[in-house]
């Protein structure tokens, strides 16, 4: 059972990486920049749930406020990215 | 090197397991679909499901994983997933919003899809493929 459960740590920790790599390739690609902010986003994203998988993989609450910090820290970064390209500037 | 306890019980190993896959193949779907789709306007549905569907996976297998393991209830993974419900649909909503005002501003009117005069066929695959201008790929004008 323990077995189990390490095989499918690694292989979701293999999808998460495989997932924000995705992302890094629309980040690179994308046309507009709404698509860049958009996979920047989303690599946040990946990037807290990275964060948890690392938290059941070593049985610790700590990496649980990685999680929030990064969740919080995403959310920020995005909005005022968004903000930005909409009106050119942040705070009007 | 991961540090599992050996004696980890059947049932929470599978559930947890199957949770964890679950979650994880969703993930890499959603960002699939962020890399794969031809138009912003269908790309930002990818992410939506990675932030749902694939966060509250791995967010209900740490809270149980914890839970059993320390005997008590951790439900410390609800503020998380408060935050998210709280945040995703702002963030996707500006982003939209961004969206728009951006193809405006550069001059591709997505209001001309709709009042086009055409013939009437009323279905919308036909529609999007004799229109110009939506369904392809668009280029931003002004240099970012």
Not at chain 1, 2 to 11: A, G, N, P
Not at chain 1, 44 to 61: D, K, Q, Y
Request: hydrophobic share 55%.
């Amino acid at each position: 059972m323990r077995l189990l459960l390490e095989i499918s740590l690694y292989f979701s920790q293999f999808c998460v990486v495989l997932a924000m790599l995705f992302c890094m390739l629309r980040l690179l690609k994308g046309p507009t920049a709404q698509d860049r902010v958009l996979a920047l986003d989303t690599i946040w994203m990946c990037a807290m749930l990275f964060a948890l998988l690392l938290g059941i993989s070593f049985a610790s609450l700590v990496y649980f406020e990685w999680a929030m910090l990064i969740a919080l820290t995403g959310f920020v970064s995005s909005v005022a990215l968004a903000k930005f390209l909409m009106r050119g500037e942040i705070i009007e | 090197m991961m540090q599992i306890p050996a004696d980890i019980p059947a049932w929470l190993a599978i559930t947890v397991a199957l949770l964890l896959i679950c979650g994880s193949l969703i993930t890499l779907v959603g960002t699939l679909g962020l890399l794969r789709l031809p138009h912003f306007y269908q790309r930002i549905h990818g992410p939506a499901i990675t932030i749902t569907f694939g966060a509250g996976c791995f967010l209900l297998a740490s809270m149980l994983y914890f839970t059993a393991l320390q005997e008590r209830p951790v439900i410390h993974e609800l503020l998380i997933t408060a935050f998210i419900m709280l945040t995703a649909p702002v963030t996707a909503m500006l982003l939209m919003r961004t969206a728009v005002y951006r193809d405006l501003r550069n001059g591709r009117r997505i209001a001309d899809m709709t009042t086009e005069p055409q013939p009437v066929t009323g279905h919308c695959a036909t529609a999007g493929a004799t229109s110009p201008g939506l369904m392809e790929e668009p280029r931003d004008r002004n240099p970012e």
